[in-house]
Nanobody, 120 residues
Framework: QVQLVESGGGLVQPGGSLRLSCKAS????????MGWYRQAPGKQRELVAG???????NYADSVKGRFTISTDNGKNTVALQMNSLKPEDTAIYYC??????????????WGQGTQVTVSS
C-alpha cells in the first residue's frame, strides 16, 4: 500500500508565498516521477509542475518563474515553492507520483489534496 500525504496549503494574500510538501510512504520499489496538479472550481485538473527521477523539471506556462518543484529534504518527498501568488492560483493542489511497488506493478498515486486560496 502506498500513501501520499500533503501539507502546507492555506490562505495567502496576492503576492505572497506558500510551500507545499508531499511525502510518499509504503511498499515503494521505485518512484519514477513526482508532481503537483491543481483543480480550480469548474475547471479540469491540470499539471502545475513535474519532477522526474533524473532531476528534470517541467512547469505549466502560467507558473513558470514563480513556482519551483524540488525534493524536500528527504527520500520520497517533493515540495512546491509558490511565490508571487495570484488569485488565479486558487485551487486544490494534488500531489501525484508514478510508483512501482514490484517488478511488474507500476501506477499513478494521488494525495488527498490541499486547498490553496489566494485572496485579499
Amino acid at each position: 500500500q502506498v500513501q501520499l500525504v500533503e501539507s502546507g496549503g492555506g490562505l495567502v494574500q496576492p503576492g505572497g508565498s506558500l510551500r507545499l510538501s508531499c511525502k510518499a510512504s509504503g511498499s515503494i520499489r521505485m518512484i519514477y516521477n513526482m508532481g503537483w496538479y491543481r483543480q480550480a472550481p469548474g475547471k479540469q485538473r491540470e499539471l502545475v509542475a513535474g519532477l522526474a527521477s533524473g532531476g528534470s523539471t517541467n512547469y505549466a506556462d502560467s507558473v513558470k518563474g514563480r513556482f519551483t518543484i524540488s525534493t524536500d529534504n528527504g527520500k520520497n518527498t517533493v515540495a512546491l515553492q509558490m511565490n508571487s501568488l495570484k488569485p488565479e492560483d486558487t485551487a486544490i493542489y494534488y500531489c501525484n507520483a508514478d510508483i512501482s511497488t514490484g517488478l511488474v506493478t507500476r501506477r499513478d498515486y494521488w494525495g488527498q489534496g490541499t486547498q490553496v486560496t489566494v485572496s485579499s
